[in-house]
């Protein structure tokens, strides 16, 4: 009887392992913006002998279970027109078990990093934009994770572009 109670709760043990392991491993997130998702940074490149922005730069930092690196696709859909972003670079680190990480949720988890360049003209749209909307996805993910700024995001990305 001890030895069928001893693999009873050892069988029981492995399940809910493997449950959280599962549940922990796929991104299950729901959010209402992108700042909510994951950590954006969107900076204007001035050209600094005619003090006007030239240019901008967007990083994306997700942290996440799932070991999947992020695939080279982003979209910008600015007001209903999509715009598809070739220039992009990814970066991926694996994740710390350092117990000084626990208090910046970094421990455990998978940081990937998306950062990209905007052409000239999906800047204007941005500057002048009602609504941003972008789309990224990672490899191996049969759908893109499609999010919309927040009215504070979009003012701010809009405040990066003034000469626009």
């Not at 491993?25 to 001035?46: E, K, P, Q, W």
């Not at 455990?108 to 003209?121: A, D, G, I, S, Y």
């Amino acid at each position: 009887m001890r030895k069928k109670t001893t693999i009873l709760v050892f069988v029981i043990v492995a399940i809910a392992s493997y449950c959280s392991y599962t549940v922990y491993s796929y991104d299950n997130r729901t959010v209402s913006n992108l700042s909510a998702y994951c950590n954006i940074d969107f900076r204007g490149v001035a050209d600094p002998q005619k003090n006007i922005v030239t240019g901008a730069t967007l990083s994306i930092v997700d942290f996440r279970y799932d070991s999947g690196p992020l695939e080279k696709f982003f979209i910008i859909d600015v007001d209903d027109k999509a715009y598809k972003i070739d220039s992009i670079e990814i970066s991926a680190q694996p994740p710390t078990y350092s117990p000084n990480d626990f208090t910046t949720g970094k421990c455990f988890k998978h940081t990937n990093t998306l950062f990209l360049t905007f052409p000239p003209q999906v800047l204007k749209e941005i500057s002048q934009a009602d609504t941003v909307k972008v789309s990224f996805k990672y490899l191996g993910s049969n759908s893109a994770i499609e999010l919309p700024l927040s009215a504070v995001d979009l003012q701010y990305w809009k405040n990066q572009l003034p000469s626009f």
